[in-house]
């Protein structure tokens, strides 16, 4: 018996050595299954040794070219010798899919050589060059940060318009037939089809909004079926230019924000930073932010009297969420146009600038200073990350 014992723990033992050396391996970016389709395509693999011994082929494709809509499908694959192969149905096209694969290794390298059948549609797949990844390497690769705070503490890491809503594919539509009667931004980046959402099964919608308004939105936003967690994101302008006031003297007899008394001290502040003259105040009725104008002369072209027109965007919020007590003043950046204001008839002008042009109008970085000393305001430093006069 105790022999017999012996023996049956040297084979569990055994075992157990043999199951722990089990490892899992992940290729990606794996080109060419579907022909000249679009595809995002994860195949993980768990090898005994060198020896495959199961696998998974996930694989998010546009089913047509130039299509906005993706359809996946996750196939289970058995090893048939040097073969892969398996067959399914896809995800949302509801389509039968069968795969068979032929595996070769050259070096480090891996091959995947066969066909692909989608529907009534037969792929030949060719893909060379894999080369595969530890599984956490993967998990690494394919981590995702949580950037939705429900309830922040101030708007540091998140900003007062900005707020997102995490929903689930299924009721993306009635989501955002919903906030059709709401004035709000829809980014379109956030709601298209991609195959992060066919695989997290939820789409984090992003959402432009009057600071003042997003706080009634987020509660609204959190009792919708489909809405799984709303909140506030970052993506708007931060504190890297930003004053802190009372509120007292900024707010109406409803205790709103006085939009034509604190838009023209912006404008007036801005003015006199910029040595121009301050223009128009205007106000976004959806986002709430605060574009403010100011003119002066420009010397482009001397004699010409051109003027310079330069935009000064503005957020104007709470400090917090629900808060009245003070106000945050957020300065983006600033940007200028050349217009020929005299006599008709006049030059229109056009000023092409790339997206990573930075270069703001002269005069730029002292607009915060001015208008902290207009209102006596307290100043956001980025350095320490703390408010200060």
């Known amino acids: 018996m105790r022999i017999l014992a012996i023996a049956a723990l040297v084979v569990l033992s055994g075992g157990q050595a043999a199951l722990a050396q089990n490892t899992v391996r992940y290729f990606t970016g794996v080109y060419g299954l579907l022909e000249d389709l679009d595809t995002d395509v994860i195949l993980k693999e768990t090898r005994s040794g060198a020896k495959v011994i199961s696998a998974e082929l996930d694989v998010c494709f546009v089913p047509t070219p130039n299509s906005a809509l993706r359809d996946r499908f996750v196939i289970a694959l058995k090893p048939q010798g040097n073969r892969l192969t398996g067959s399914g149905q896809s995800q949302d096209g509801k389509r039968p899919v069968t795969v068979d694969l032929a595996r070769k290794t050259a070096g480090g390298d891996v091959s995947f050589d066969g066909k692909i059948k989608y529907g009534d549609r037969e792929f030949k797949a060719s893909s060379a060059d894999n080369s595969d990844i530890s599984a956490r390497e993967f998990q690494e690769q394919t981590a995702v940060e949580d950037t939705i705070l429900e309830n922040p503490a101030d708007f540091r890491e998140v900003t007062p318009g900005n707020v997102a809503l995490r929903v689930n594919r299924e009721q993306l539509a009635d989501v955002l037939k919903a906030l059709r009667g709401e004035k709000v931004q829809i980014q379109a980046y956030s709601i298209a089809p991609s195959c992060d959402a066919l695989r997290r099964g939820h789409l984090n919608v992003q959402?432009?909004?009057?600071?003042?308004?997003?706080?009634?939105?987020?509660?609204?936003?959190?009792?919708?079926?489909?809405?799984?967690?709303?909140?506030?994101?970052?993506?708007?302008?931060?504190?890297?230019?930003?004053?802190?006031?009372?509120?007292?003297?900024?707010?109406?007899?409803?205790?709103?924000?006085?939009?034509?008394?604190?838009?023209?001290?912006?404008?007036?502040?801005?003015?006199?930073?910029?040595?121009?003259?301050?223009?128009?105040?205007?106000?976004?009725?959806?986002?709430?932010?605060?574009?403010?104008?100011?003119?002066?002369?420009?010397?482009?072209?001397?004699?010409?009297?051109?003027?310079?027109?330069?935009?000064?965007?503005?957020?104007?919020?709470?400090?917090?969420?629900?808060?009245?007590?003070?106000?945050?003043?957020?300065?983006?950046?600033?940007?200028?146009?050349?217009?020929?204001?005299?006599?008709?008839?006049?030059?229109?002008?056009?000023?092409?600038?790339?997206?990573?042009?930075?270069?703001?109008?002269?005069?730029?970085?002292?607009?915060?200073?001015?208008?902290?000393?207009?209102?006596?305001?307290?100043?956001?430093?980025?350095?320490?990350?703390?408010?200060?006069?």
């Open 207 to 389: 959402v432009d909004v009057d600071p003042e308004r997003a706080t009634a939105l987020v509660a609204k936003a959190r009792s919708l079926p489909g809405v799984t967690k709303a909140g506030w994101t970052s993506g708007g302008i931060d504190l890297t230019r930003a004053l802190r006031i009372p509120s007292a003297n900024w707010r109406d007899a409803n205790s709103q924000i006085d939009r034509t008394k604190i838009g023209n001290a912006i404008a007036k502040a801005a003015a006199s930073a910029l040595n121009g003259q301050p223009g128009n105040a205007e106000w976004d009725e959806i986002t709430g932010e605060l574009t403010v104008y100011v003119k002066r002369p420009d010397a482009t072209v001397p004699g010409l009297g051109l003027t310079e027109v330069i935009e000064v965007p503005v957020v104007v919020s709470a400090e917090k969420p629900g808060a009245t007590e003070t106000l945050v003043i957020r300065i983006g950046q600033l940007s200028s146009e050349i217009e020929d204001e005299g006599e008709a008839p006049r030059l229109s002008i056009t000023r092409n600038q790339s997206e990573t042009d930075s270069t703001e109008p002269a005069g730029s970085d002292d607009v915060l200073g001015a208008l902290a000393r207009e209102m006596q305001a307290e100043v956001w430093d980025t350095d320490k990350d703390v408010w200060r006069k």
